[in-house]
């Protein structure tokens, strides 16, 4: 809700357009949160209010996710929006059609016109950014970077034509891929995300040309694509109230589910053994009616199934005081 707040008082923003901006915000969110589920930072709404006017605000990795998925799922549902006819004053993308493409096949269909979920999304999300400080300009890069994850994610599909299908000449046009495909993309740029290094003696000097003279040099060796950041993270696995992070302790993590990924399979000795914790089973047990039969006339009898949860959850140690030993390299992942 605040962030669609902050989203409605974007300047130059076209009121037509908002609800497919709130619901590409909203789509980045679920992606934020699927992607960090086993994470020690796992996408908490604390993270998601930082984009508030006012509100303390953070460069970490993790922030850099937030702005570029969040720029990402903006772009994403507006041009899918715009495909589907929903929108005014946008359509296809219809710049190639007819033009060769490559050997046997032609520009041709409904492309996604991702030019305008683009350009829509900067008036919208980038306008957020009034400061000329450095933070400004790492959050306006990221969100930069999740725009050009949804256009490198795109796939070309195609139609063969000719006689009984024979395909001797196909038309294409490019579609975007399932918003899945650019979380996934965003999340080894994350990983892989690198720190901006200042100059702080320019910086101090205070003066504003010399500020902007050490950003410009800092982004000159920084591809577009790549997610960057400022400060480094602080500790996951504590609590921490005043930064809105609750630590991994009550934290659910799995053990013995079918076809889990070795992220998952890791993930209790993540978020509970190297944040000091331990691992407690908890069992559920619920009771409902089952084989159940009809007799004639007119009654049905069943019996009573009890089905047990199990649950594992990360739980301080006994004698504990939320003292932990950490190790691994915070919450940075290898896939």
């Known amino acids: 809700r605040a962030l669609n707040n902050v989203l409605l008082t974007a300047?130059?923003?076209?009121?037509?357009y908002t609800s497919s901006v709130q619901a590409g915000a909203q789509s980045g969110i679920q992606e934020c949160k699927y992607q960090f589920a086993w994470d020690r930072w796992n996408c908490p709404e604390s993270a998601l209010q930082l984009s508030a006017p006012r509100a303390p605000r953070s460069a970490t990795r993790e922030m850099s996710f937030v702005h570029a998925i969040r720029a990402a799922g903006i772009m994403?549902?507006?041009?899918?929006?715009?495909?589907?006819?929903?929108?005014?004053?946008?359509?296809?993308?219809?710049?190639?059609?007819?033009?060769?493409g490559g050997r046997g096949w032609l520009w041709g269909g409904c492309s996604d016109d991702v030019d305008f979920g683009d350009r829509i999304s900067k008036q919208y999300i980038d306008a957020l950014e009034t400061g000329q400080d450095?933070?400004?300009?790492?959050?306006?890069?990221?969100?930069?970077?999740?725009?050009?994850?949804?256009?490198?994610?795109?796939?070309?599909i195609c139609r063969c034509h000719g006689m009984s299908e024979s395909c001797s000449i196909q038309t294409c046009w490019m579609q975007l891929?399932?918003?899945r495909d650019v979380g996934n993309h965003l999340k080894v740029k994350h990983d892989q995300?690198?720190?901006?290094?200042?100059?702080?003696?320019?910086?101090?000097?205070?003066?504003?040309?010399?500020?902007?003279g050490a950003i410009v040099d800092a982004f000159s060796s920084i591809a577009r694509t790549e997610l960057i950041y400022l400060e480094d993270s602080p500790d996951y696995c504590a609590r921490n109230l005043s930064l809105g992070l609750h630590g991994t302790e009550g934290r659910e993590c799995v053990q013995s589910r079918d076809s889990l990924?070795?992220?998952?399979?890791?993930?209790?000795?993540?978020?509970?053994?190297?944040?000091?914790?331990?691992?407690?089973?908890?069992?559920?047990e619920t009771a409902s009616?089952?084989?159940?039969?009809?007799?004639?006339?007119?009654?049905?009898?069943?019996?009573?199934c009890t089905q047990v949860t199990v649950k594992h959850v990360c739980a301080r140690r006994t004698g504990s005081h939320g003292q932990h030993k950490r190790r691994g390299n915070g919450n940075k992942s290898v896939h």
């Open 289 to 304: 009616s089952c084989n159940c039969k009809f007799h004639w006339c007119c009654t049905v009898k069943c019996d009573t």
């Open 177 to 179: 891929s399932d918003f």
């Open 76 to 100: 994403y549902t507006l041009t899918r929006n715009c495909s589907l006819g929903e929108l005014v004053n946008c359509g296809c993308d219809n710049s190639r059609n007819g033009k060769i």
């Open 134 to 156: 450095s933070r400004a300009a790492v959050n306006l890069h990221n969100n930069e970077a999740g725009r050009l994850a949804v256009k490198s994610t795109m796939k070309r």
């Open 11 to 16: 300047p130059k923003a076209p009121l037509t």
């Open 261 to 284: 990924s070795q992220w998952e399979r890791r993930s209790c000795r993540r978020l509970c053994h190297e944040c000091g914790l331990r691992v407690e089973e908890r069992r559920t």
């Open 193 to 212: 995300a690198q720190k901006l290094e200042m100059d702080k003696r320019r910086i101090r000097a205070g003066n504003s040309a010399e500020n902007r």
